[in-house]
């Protein structure tokens, strides 16, 4: 059984960046054909992809956010990581790490999920 | 950058009744679309990818059907956990992939 599981601050004050784990069980990120994404959710609204991870190490990004944006994998420790910089109230959401369902584009394993407030 | 627009926003319907949720792509999508439910403090889960394919252990009452730009999500016959807020994903044109806003279903 696949499982994901998020971690990282709570609270991050605006201007700092943030950085997530997303820690795999049951899979290894360096397995063929295994990718992996960040999705996020602010209170109340819709879901919004943010970046991708591939086995190999390519990497994608949605383009209103490319230039903040970081993600990377720790084959060692089978994680992860997205990096956010100069974060902003409106950044406040549940940030979810995903698998995608093989190398598809739509996300069949999602972690629980962790909730990130922007906040001075 | 393809837009999702789901509708309605909010749902209110009882026990045993068929629903119909739509989903309209602004851009063609070909059947690279996917649906996914979310209950209040969960995360989501997929219920329907390339537009018609239930994932694993998804109720036959659930369907998808469409293609293009127009999509739907079917409930035969709804039952008391299907409430919650339904997505429709696009993974035409990427990146980004897309959503749409979604639509509550309220029991």
């Known amino acids: 059984q696949v499982t994901l599981r998020e971690s990282g601050p709570a609270l991050v004050k605006p201007t700092q960046t943030l950085t997530l784990t997303c820690t795999l069980s049951g899979v290894s990120i360096s397995t063929y054909g295994v990718c992996v994404s960040w999705i996020r959710q602010p209170p109340g609204g819709a879901l919004e992809w943010l970046a991708r991870i591939d086995w190999d190490g390519d990497k994608y990004y949605t383009t209103s956010l490319k230039n903040s944006l970081t993600i990377s994998k720790d084959t060692s420790k089978n994680q992860v990581v997205l990096s956010m910089t100069n974060m902003d109230p409106v950044d406040t959401a549940a940030y979810y790490c995903?698998?995608?369902?093989?190398?598809?584009?739509?996300?069949?394993?999602w972690g629980q999920g962790t909730l990130v407030t922007v906040s001075s | 950058e393809i837009v999702m627009t789901q509708s309605p926003a909010t749902l209110s319907v009882s026990p045993g009744e068929r629903v119909t949720l739509s989903c309209r792509a602004s851009q063609r999508v070909s059947t690279n679309l996917a649906w996914y439910q979310q209950r209040p403090g969960q995360a989501p889960w997929l219920l329907i990818y390339?537009?018609?394919t239930r994932a694993t252990g998804i109720p036959a009452r659930f369907s998808g059907s469409g293609s293009g730009t127009e999509f739907t999500l079917t409930i035969s016959s709804l039952q008391s956990e299907d409430f919650g807020i339904y997505y429709c994903?696009?993974?035409?044109?990427?990146?980004?992939?897309?959503f749409g806003q979604g639509t509550k279903v309220e029991i």
């Open positions: 995903v698998r995608h369902h093989g190398r598809s584009n739509y996300f069949g394993s």
């Open positions: 994903q696009q993974y035409h044109n990427w990146p980004p992939m897309t």
């Open positions: 390339d537009a018609s």
